[in-house]
């Protein structure tokens, strides 16, 4: 089950990482790096799978933990140099995953209670787990490879096979079966296995709760009469043993999946479509908020205020000394085009919208745009992570990419932007800039 | 002569070789595991400051402790109140109600951030919308009916078994 789950919760960490990692670059790219945007949705998904596969982490992760609790136990703790280090990488792997999908729970509520800055703590710790992961894998190769399938881990009567030392020498077989002394030969060979693999004090607790003794011996199918002696309690036999060992461990996992479709169904329902009638748990909730779409940075943490999108606003187009400047009936003048996008934020909520505003690249032909050229964004707000951006070429050109002026059929609220503000495919929320004040090619 | 000395030997090298191949995977594992986890530790050194670092080992002891003396513990402890006061319970059952326990204690820790969240945290229009408490109170209730429906739908799958093999 350590492997079955283990496999399940390691696929989990590889996605988080990945589709981390491209969140994390498509936000601070390097200078050579472009990104596809041929799939509109494509930060939606992958921010959205994040986040989901960072949920499910919950269930997998404490489904694991608790089949190699035991372990925690062990005696002696320590049996040399290589041990030693052996439990220190996995204490190390195990602290930085619990803090990691805690923190990013947390972060998916906007809630910052951390003594440490976020993202950059998540994404060193994001390494962290993956490089303990691959040092865990390596030095458990051989029981993974092991115990990869069910045909190959249990026999006909349903228990565990425990390693073979002539087909499998590099295991260690400790952590499978551990020394022998107290267990009484004289058990029958199933019984004998599960004592065996129990191991440490809580080892062998768990061996005693799966060991109900109801449950492991068949009962006569009737009751004797009053006054008689009752039969002698049957030995419990290798199949009703192996039937409580299946029905246990069937038990396990069925809770831990479900567990897992739980968290997973009732929270993607705020970037998942047809599972929002079910969301009950998300930070966020689709169609919420003016123009029926949720918001992640309101005009009074951006400090706008009436005057700076009154009728002095004004947004400036620069190429070198080429410079335009349009008023806000100057914009709305201008030819208009429709398109459907998602807003895709980095806290994994997403919503398809209809934005209504002027193609990008039509708006920067006005200062004679190249191919090539990428952009600088410039919010009004006052101070901001996200005040000044870049935008590659591919998103400039892109036909999809507007500079939006209407929303959902309606002006754009001041909370998404008002009076000007950038939607473009394939891009996180956080690079949408709101309040556009300047566009600036800079290559 | 040659014929049989090289019998035994090619016996051995083709037993050996997934074995040579597995030591050859973990060895190249575990240095791309430390390869990483020096990176990590560079990304840290330059992009965190040194006085948060602190904060960072709390949150991982708080964590160990946490699950280690706390979560695991009391599921343990629920394992064993449940399965050995229950001896006269089928096993499944028993199996079934645990796990209805677990997938309530799992929808807790997740909602439990988003309640204590909606207390400190600094919330602004549509941050937040439900009232989670009582959702987690529904998924409880939904979770406990569903539980009761599964060990009902077993015993009675059981008892038709039964008086069909007579």
Known sequence: ?????????????????????????????????????????????????????????????????????????????????????????????????????????????????????????????????????????????????????????????????????????????????????????????????????????????????????????????????????????????????????????????????????????????????????????????????????????????????????????????????????????????????????????VNGWSQTATWKGIQLNTLMDEVGRKPGEAIMLTSLEVRGNYRVTTMGPEFVENDLSLVALHLNGKVLDIEHGYPARMIAPARPGVLQTKWLSTLEVTT | MTATASRPSSRRSSKRSPTTAIQRWRIGLIVLGVAILLLSGYILLTTVKPTRYIGIVEWFIAAIIIHDALIAPIVFGAGVIVRRMGRRIPLAVLAIVQGGLVIGAVFTIVLVPEILAQRYAHLFETLLPFDYVKNLGILWVGTLVLTAAAVVGYLLVTRVRRARRG
Not at chain 1, 62 to 81: A, D, H, M, N, S
Not at chain 1, 229 to 235: C, F, H, K, Q
Not at chain 1, 284 to 310: F, H, W, Y
Not at chain 1, 323 to 342: H, K, N, R
């Open chain 1, 1 to 345: 089950m350590a492997v079955v789950l283990g496999r399940l919760l390691g696929s989990a960490f590889l996605i988080c990482f990945f589709t981390g990692l491209y969140s994390h670059f498509i936000q601070d790219p390097e200078p050579w790096m472009a990104f596809p945007t041929f799939i509109p949705n494509l930060y939606a998904i992958t921010q959205g799978v994040h986040i989901a596969a960072g949920i499910a982490c919950f269930p997998l992760i404490l489904g694991k933990l608790y089949t190699i609790y035991p372990r925690l136990f062990v005696y002696p703790p320590i049996t040399g140099f290589v041990n030693l280090l052996e439990r220190a990488s996995i204490a190390l792997f195990v602290a930085a995953s619990l803090v990691e999908i805690t923190i990013g729970m947390i972060n998916t509520a906007d809630w910052y209670p951390f003594p440490f800055p976020f993202r950059q703590t998540h994404f060193a710790l994001s390494f962290v787990i993956i490089g303990s992961l691959a040092i865990h894998i390596g030095v458990k190769l051989p029981i993974i490879t092991r115990y990869w399938t069910k045909k190959h881990s249990y026999d006909a009567d349903g228990v565990l096979i425990p390693p073979d030392d002539d087909e499998e020498p590099g295991i260690d077989r400790d952590s499978v079966v551990p020394e022998h002394g107290e267990v009484p030969a004289t058990l029958p060979a199933p019984v004998r296995a599960a004592a065996e693999a129990a191991r440490g004090l809580t080892g062998r607790i768990l061996a005693w709760i799966d060991a109900t003794p109801n449950s492991l011996v068949a009962k006569p199918r009737e009751l004797p009469a009053v006054g008689m002696t009752p039969p002698p309690t049957p030995a419990p036999d290798a199949p009703v043993i192996a039937r409580a060992a299946r029905t246990s461990r069937r038990g396990f996992l069925v809770t831990i999946f479900a567990s897992l479709a739980g968290v997973v169904a009732f929270w993607s329902g705020q970037s998942f479509k047809p599972l929002a009638p079910l969301n009950l748990i998300a930070p966020r909730a689709q169609g919420d908020g003016p123009n029926d779409l949720p918001i992640n940075r309101t005009s009074e943490m951006a400090k706008i205020t009436a005057d700076m999108v009154g009728e002095n606003y004004r947004l400036v187009i620069k190429r070198g000394d080429q410079v335009a400047t349009f008023t806000y009936a100057q914009l709305l003048a201008m030819p208009q085009q429709i398109v459907q996008l998602p807003i895709a934020c």
